[in-house]
């Protein structure tokens, strides 16, 4: 069991310039995993087309949501509990008014940084899912992490995207860091990638970036998420896809040891305890 009290407490963001790269999807999945792996984590809606918000079955719904967490720093009744184990921050702002209050509030796009360190000692993780477009909603999220994730099709327009518009965001926000809200660097997942020379060509591409002098501070995973359709079938499903796929056979990885290589890359800290779970989950399927 990992030991929880050893654990330092960390804020990522899941971003992008481009909508429908699978943010969502890797928000809740990622969030599933490591509140399995017995971690206290909180998920945050930032979206405003809130899908994050439904992903789960919801077991304890809240009186407020990410309205409140924003304008009032209200975090007794904004946070809901799920059926996968994390916590949620519902999107309740419908009607995108979050967007035009942040712009006119001077301290809008920090609130979020500053409401999160009340919740320091509560969780070790919390994920923020993003909208993917340029904007408030995406700066607060942004400039509350520590660090960021990006998922990146590896596809021609996707791939100029992520480099065009990342380094956009970067240059925009890093001036925030006189408000204190220093940006934090950026770990790219090649997403939905299938078995086809472009999409090696691209996936090399992209990790190539790594060594561009102006994207200073962003890194490409080694572990790339496969373009099955285990990720869809779990999400309608509604149950995390390292639950849904444990095993697989052939060349690709299944949806458990995937996910679980993403945690570790990410959360290097971690690397014991997955280890360990790949190790039982390796031993129960060659007993099976």
Same mark, same amino acid.
């Given at each position: 069991m990992t030991n929880l009290k050893a654990l330092p407490f960390? %804020?990522?963001? %899941?971003c992008s310039s481009k909508g429908g790269?699978?943010?969502?999807?890797?928000?809740?999945?990622?969030g599933a995993l490591l509140s399995d792996m017995g971690l206290r984590i909180l998920i945050i809606d930032a979206d405003k087309q809130p899908s994050l918000s439904s992903y789960y079955p919801i077991t304890e719904r809240s009186i407020d949501g990410f309205t409140s967490l924003i304008k009032e720093h209200n975090i007794e009744t904004s946070i809901s509990k799920t059926s996968v184990g994390c916590d949620l921050v519902i999107n309740d702002?419908?009607?995108?008014?979050?967007?035009?209050? %942040?712009?006119?509030?001077?301290?809008? !796009?920090?609130?979020?940084?500053?409401?999160?360190? *009340? *919740?320091?000692n509560r969780y070790d993780i919390i994920l923020i899912?993003?909208?993917g477009a340029i904007g408030?909603? &995406?700066?607060?999220?942004?400039?509350?992490?520590?660090f960021l994730i990006s998922p990146i099709i590896p596809e021609t327009i996707s791939a100029k995207e992520f480099a065009r518009g990342t380094m956009a965001m970067f240059n !925009?926000? !890093?001036?925030?860091?006189? *408000?204190g809200a220093p940006l934090g660097n950026l770990c790219g997942i090649i997403y939905k990638k299938d078995r086809t020379a472009i999409a090696?060509?691209?996936? &090399?591409?992209?990790?190539? *970036?790594?060594?561009?002098?102006?994207?200073?501070? %962003?890194r490409i995973i080694e572990t790339a998420v496969p373009a099955l359709s285990a990720y869809t079938k779990a999400a309608l499903e509604q149950v995390p896809v390292h639950q849904f796929e444990r095993t697989r056979s052939g060349p690709t990885d299944s949806a458990w040891e995937t996910m679980h290589e993403i945690a570790r890359e990410l959360f290097p800290h971690l690397s014991g305890a997955i280890d360990k779970r790949?190790?039982?989950?390796?031993?129960?399927?060659?007993?099976g």
């Amino acid at each position: 069991m990992t030991n929880l009290k050893a654990l330092p407490f960390y %804020i990522a963001t %899941i971003c992008s310039s481009k909508g429908g790269v699978g943010k969502t999807t890797l928000t809740a999945n990622l969030g599933a995993l490591l509140s399995d792996m017995g971690l206290r984590i909180l998920i945050i809606d930032a979206d405003k087309q809130p899908s994050l918000s439904s992903y789960y079955p919801i077991t304890e719904r809240s009186i407020d949501g990410f309205t409140s967490l924003i304008k009032e720093h209200n975090i007794e009744t904004s946070i809901s509990k799920t059926s996968v184990g994390c916590d949620l921050v519902i999107n309740d702002d419908l009607d995108d008014a979050l967007s035009n209050w %942040i712009i006119h509030t001077p301290d809008g !796009r920090v609130r979020l940084k500053h409401v999160l360190k *009340l *919740l320091k000692n509560r969780y070790d993780i919390i994920l923020i899912d993003t909208q993917g477009a340029i904007g408030p909603l &995406q700066d607060i999220g942004v400039l509350a992490a520590d660090f960021l994730i990006s998922p990146i099709i590896p596809e021609t327009i996707s791939a100029k995207e992520f480099a065009r518009g990342t380094m956009a965001m970067f240059n !925009r926000l !890093r001036p925030m860091a006189n *408000l204190g809200a220093p940006l934090g660097n950026l770990c790219g997942i090649i997403y939905k990638k299938d078995r086809t020379a472009i999409a090696d060509l691209i996936s &090399q591409e992209l990790k190539s *970036l790594e060594h561009n002098p102006s994207l200073d501070g %962003i890194r490409i995973i080694e572990t790339a998420v496969p373009a099955l359709s285990a990720y869809t079938k779990a999400a309608l499903e509604q149950v995390p896809v390292h639950q849904f796929e444990r095993t697989r056979s052939g060349p690709t990885d299944s949806a458990w040891e995937t996910m679980h290589e993403i945690a570790r890359e990410l959360f290097p800290h971690l690397s014991g305890a997955i280890d360990k779970r790949l190790t039982e989950n390796a031993g129960g399927r060659n007993n099976g």
